[in-house]
């Protein structure tokens, strides 16, 4: 029975995680108050004394636009912690899995990205992203590094889709940016592909994952609105409207197009990633009922 530690427990993943990945061993949860992602030195001698098989990352600083003013914050957590963590990992030969971001490309593609695409994040939250994972690779050969984009689900913090549905009991019309595509991916997929990566004790390496398909934030709130209205959902939206990025400025710039390949994940794995759209039915169905009670 593999020891895994695992960080970031009160996140949309790291919530995920603490229930799939049971069925690879002992899960060792962290969270912030027990683990200080601020302080390196720190982070090293805890996993030392816990001595894991596995490291499991789910901690990050997520503040995409906060990021460009807390700029130290966002390095320490998503940048230093990492390093430390591998650091770690390679003293007690263990191996090391980092969750990371679509945020390290800058959107230029025009095809999905694959994970020998050259990097280049716009703003400072893919930049610390991108250090982390960087670190990972110099300091520790036994590591999984997994990117992934545009994360929802019922635990953790707000996200889209539970913002889109607050707004929708709110308000009768809505502009949303329709001019950024990529793939929506429910945590809980997330959580599951992470559990099969270490299952099958993969080759270490970068691996994709999203939901499959692809979408603009308005073809997801449309699809939010219309799937919620289905399940019973008390919205009073009436009218979606699609705007460009222009349209509504943000602190950080997003990439344009950050549609992820999961070609190499589905080939080493031998399953395809579910379709976006049947993932989010299930996660409403699972927050409506959550709601209810």
Known sequence: MKKILLTGITGQ?????????????????????????????????KIVEINPDIIVNAAAYTAVDKAETESELAIAINADAPKAMAEAANKIAATIVHISTDYVFDGTNHTPYKEDDATKPLGMYGK????????????????IILRTAWVYGCLGHGNFVKTMLRLGVEREELR?????????TWAYDIAVAITQLISHEVTPGTYHFTNS??????????????EAEKLGFPLKIKQVLPITTADYPTPAQRPSYSVLSKVKFSQTLGIYPPYWRDSLIKMLTQWRTLTII
């Open 176 to 184: 949303v940016v329709a001019d950024q595509i990529g793939s929506p």
């Open 13 to 45: 993943v790291g919530q995920e995680l603490q229930e799939t990945l049971t069925s690879v061993g002992e899960v060792v949860g962290l969270s912030r108050q027990e683990l200080d992602l601020t302080r390196p030195e720190q982070i090293e001698q």
């Open 128 to 143: 610390s992203k991108l250090l982390g994972e960087v670190g990972i690779k110099q300091i520790c050969d036994q590591h």
């Open 213 to 226: 398909g692809v979408a603009s934030w308005y073809d997801l709130a449309i699809a939010i609105f219309t």
